[in-house]
């Protein structure tokens, strides 16, 4: 079982980014997925999260309206569009695969929000 992360970088306040995830290893389209992330000294909290068909999604109150996440079960790839990016969004980000009795997770990827 795999969930490989890319897209994260340096990216100045207001800017954009897309993460990507991609699994392997498991039935991506029966699990619900999530991104996460944690910043230096705090908790890892959920961002956002997109049921398995895709027809259902969360937000988090920080991110609504600025992130988007989307999935495309046939390429078992999980994303999340990121913009008006601002310093406080700076953490590792996580995506996340779950459904009753499994989960799995990714091993992150850095986002930097700095002038």
């Known amino acids: 079982v795999q969930l490989v992360e890319s897209g994260g970088g340096v990216v100045q306040p207001g800017g954009s980014l897309t993460l990507s995830c991609a699994a392997s290893g498991f039935t991506f389209s029966r699990y619900t997925m999530s991104w996460h992330r944690q910043a230096p000294g705090q908790e890892r909290e959920l961002v956002a999260s997109?049921?398995?068909?895709?027809?259902?999604?969360y937000y988090t109150d920080s991110v609504k309206g600025r992130f988007t996440i989307s999935r495309d079960n046939a390429k078992n790839t999980v994303y999340l569009q990121m913009n008006s990016l601002k310093p406080e969004d700076t953490a590792v980000y996580y995506c996340k695969g779950v459904k009753p009795g499994s989960d799995y997770w990714g091993q992150g990827t850095q986002v930097i929000v700095s002038s």
């Open positions: 997109i049921s398995n068909t895709g027809g259902s999604t």
